[in-house]
């Protein structure tokens, strides 16, 4: 089995220091903690103990996740490179889980880009990525 992941990026219309501002809010939100923060990149994860006495039947939101949104200057805004993964400690999650890990993350993922709505898109070839 695979790990299960989803990235993606864009150009957002703002600052770096402003679209990092928002990005902070919207993991706050989203319930993740943010465990490491620097100009331009933020790193966030979930993990819940419920989680440990529900198991597979927990709601994928509160299932352990990692992120991280990387930012940086470009022409016409801000570069987003956005990438949200499962980080369960027991190895690839279920069949039963991916399914709901993937629709989980696309929903962070549309959540995350309305937040910072595009002003243009990096590349064709870098549209999502899920894994």
């Known amino acids: 089995m695979v790990r299960v992941e ?3 990026g864009w150009v957002a219309a703002g600052t770096v220091s402003g679209v990092q501002a928002d990005v902070n ?4 939100e989203w319930g993740l903690w943010v465990i490491g ?3 331009g990149e933020v790193h966030a994860r979930r ?3 419920l989680v440990r006495l529900l198991g597979r039947f927990a709601p994928a939101g509160w299932q ?3 992120a991280t949104v990387r930012l940086r200057a470009a022409d016409g805004g801000v570069e987003v490179r956005a990438e949200i993964e ?3 400690n027991g190895g690839p999650p279920r069949s039963r889980l991916t399914g709901r890990y993937r629709a989980y993350f696309a929903r962070w993922m549309a959540g995350l880009r309305a937040r910072l709505p595009a002003a243009r898109e990096v590349s064709a070839a870098t549209g999502p990525n899920t894994r």
């Open 25 to 28: 809010r919207f993991l706050r």
């Open 37 to 39: 923060e620097q100009p």
């Open 47 to 49: 993990a819940s103990w």
């Open 86 to 88: 499962e980080a369960s």
């Open 64 to 66: 352990p996740q990692r």
């Open 6 to 8: 989803l990235s993606d």
